[in-house]
């Protein structure tokens, strides 16, 4: 059974930043892609990043460009998200998922599994 756990959230001041972790269990990250949705109050889920299991295909939405970094350690089976110059819009619960198919890994269909979320808060 597969399963995702993140952890790593919390409240921070504008500027500031988290690291956002999401530890998989029951299938290799390295086989799939992989990546980080957020989902604000009375809005939709967001996509925020992807990675490629391989590691070397990232790809980010451009309100996070340059600031968050997607990354996985296939030693720990763990993706995580690292994120700075943290921003009050970017407070939202975040949810790492599993996926198969990268042409699509902007697409939160394209996800078979998914964690519980973990909740960022940005103040400003």
């Known amino acids: 059974q597969v399963q995702l756990v993140e952890s790593g959230g919390g409240l921070v001041q504008a500027g500031g930043s988290l690291r956002l972790s999401c530890a998989a269990s029951g299938r290799s990250l390295s086989d799939y892609t992989v990546g980080w949705f957020r989902q604000a109050p009375g809005k939709e889920r967001e996509f925020v990043a992807a990675i490629h299991g391989s590691g070397r295909i990232r790809t980010y939405v451009d309100s996070v460009q340059g600031r968050f970094t997607i990354s996985l350690d296939n030693t720990k089976n763990t993706l995580y998200l690292q994120m700075n110059s943290l921003k009050p819009e970017d407070t939202a619960v975040y949810y790492c998922?599993?996926?198969?198919?990268?042409?699509?890994?902007?697409?939160?269909?394209?996800?078979?599994?998914w964690g519980q979320g973990t909740q960022v808060t940005v103040s400003s």
């Open positions: 998922a599993q996926g198969r198919d990268w042409s699509r890994s902007r697409s939160f269909e394209a996800y078979d599994y």
